[in-house]
């Protein structure tokens, strides 16, 4: 059986925090215009972590979230979601243990800059009020709906654009409701009305709320669609896609099929696991290394256990825990639970590091796996010796950078 679409997904979860008016990793977008100037209880406040500490400001009962607080409500919710619709296992894997702190980092340093630059220039009204709506609207996320192109009505709300359909802008938000910033091959961009169902879409054409742009497996143009729900058809004659964390299950490759909710966690002690293919241990087992009894390499589940004298084995989730790792020594698969290493020291020979940090290879790093250096992420405006030390992944004359939009007008 073919399953595709639930996790491919999971490789591109930090890509969702830009969905809800903080950033687009779209190249269209970005033009060249010179120099660059953990999950919350069940009856938590949106936005709320796990310990209450992070709950939006209440004033007489109303729920208030002042826009410098928004990024990590915001990133707090997001990490809530993809606990609830994927476990805390596979968010610790892709995206680290401190979840919040990773896509608080994300979304600060891409264009919400740019967003607290539009609302002091009056291109956009912050509401405080509706920021909670809009938050609530992202925590209650059906797991197998599609995100879309655009950010839900609440959303929109919160971060009101001002500019009118053909105006010029520079972000989407920017525009009124129900529009995008297009931007062709010069800046300013203009705001245009997003597509609608069954119209045609692309880079400069994007789709209204619950819409994504779906492509056509015969070959013809792209447009605006609704994306398949659990039990309905997908993969057909017209390439309908599965929504949300759902996949495409077909009984072969080029045949049409059905969506249904993913099986990514179904391999049981001592079952063989593939980490590349989404065939991950049941909760409490990690997918280990270890050799079969001819001495070939496998990976099979086991439990997430260390020995009392600290003997582990290479495996994922990692046995030793979120802050250390399996340390080896040549090609073996067992060794010594120990510190995941910081700044300036080598990365682990999986190319990991300690939270906040990131294994930087080549230039500013080592030259190639298992020769990496680990340095400290940075913010925008901090030193730099390549790419991966920033949050905004813009290393720029040593200087991190933030995305570089149209900002002529």
Known sequence: MDTTGSFEKLLVIASVAAWLGCGDDDDERRRDAGPPADAAPADATPGEDATGSDGPSTDGGACNVPIEEFPRRLAAVACQYFERCLGAPVVEVFVGPQCTEHFLGLIRNDTFGLIDEAVAAGRIRYDASRACACLDAFSRFSCDSEFGDAPPPECVAALEGTVAVGGACSIHEECQAGAFCRLTDSCPGTCTMRAAENQPCGDDMLCAFGLSCQGSVTGGESRCRMAARAGEPCGDSDGRECGGFLECQRTSPEGSGTCQPATTFTATEGMP??????????????????????GAPELRCVRR???????????????????????????????????LPTAGQPCTPFGRCAPGHACVFGEGGGGGPGSGTCRRLQDNGGACTASRECYSSRCEDGRCEGPVYCTGR
């Open 273 to 294: 696991c593939d980490i590349e293919d989404g065939v991950l241990c049941a909760e409490g087992l990690s997918c280990a290394f270890m050799r079969s009894t001819t």
């Open 305 to 339: 256990e260390v020995g009392s004298d600290g003997s582990c084995v290479v495996s994922v989730p990692d046995v030793c825990g979120s802050d250390r790792y399996c340390n080896v020594s040549g090609m073996s698969f067992s060794g010594t639970c120990a510190p």
